[in-house]
């Protein structure tokens, strides 16, 4: 079993940068494949980006402004955001899963409880 807790979540102004952080409990972090989604009220839960052993998969909406990177030793999960828009508004979660990586929510087995980021005008 992975628990998983997201933080960093803030309100933010336009053009402002903001780091999310996931700390995974439980066995064998360095194996999972780690990733962030997030969802806007009324919307679907959105990929952004994924990450395992090094190989790195980004969403076209966020390809250029967020950077996904994992601290194996930390068992930690983080999300760099620069240049934050109106639309970036959402819940962040963090989720992992044994085996290779993929853009679809529901092939992820853990999940967290979510981070509130705000940005407004």
């Known amino acids: 079993q992975v628990q998983l807790v997201e933080s960093g979540g803030v309100l933010v102004q336009v053009g402002d940068s903001l780091r999310l952080s996931c700390v995974a409990s439980?066995?064998?972090?360095?194996?999972?494949?780690m990733a962030w989604f997030r969802q806007a009220p009324g919307k679907e839960r959105e990929f952004l980006a994924r990450i395992r052993d090094g190989y790195i998969v980004y969403a076209d909406s966020v390809k250029g402004r967020f950077t996904i990177s994992r601290d194996n030793a930390k068992n930690t999960l983080y999300l760099e955001m620069a240049s934050l828009r109106l639309e970036d508004t959402a819940v962040y979660y963090c989720?992992?899963?044994?085996?290779?990586?993929?853009?679809?929510?529901?092939?992820?087995?853990?999940w967290g409880q979510g981070t509130q980021v705000t940005v407004s005008s």
């Open positions: 989720a992992g899963r044994s085996g290779g990586g993929s853009s679809r929510p529901s092939l992820y087995d853990y």
């Open positions: 439980g066995r064998s972090f360095i194996s999972y494949s």
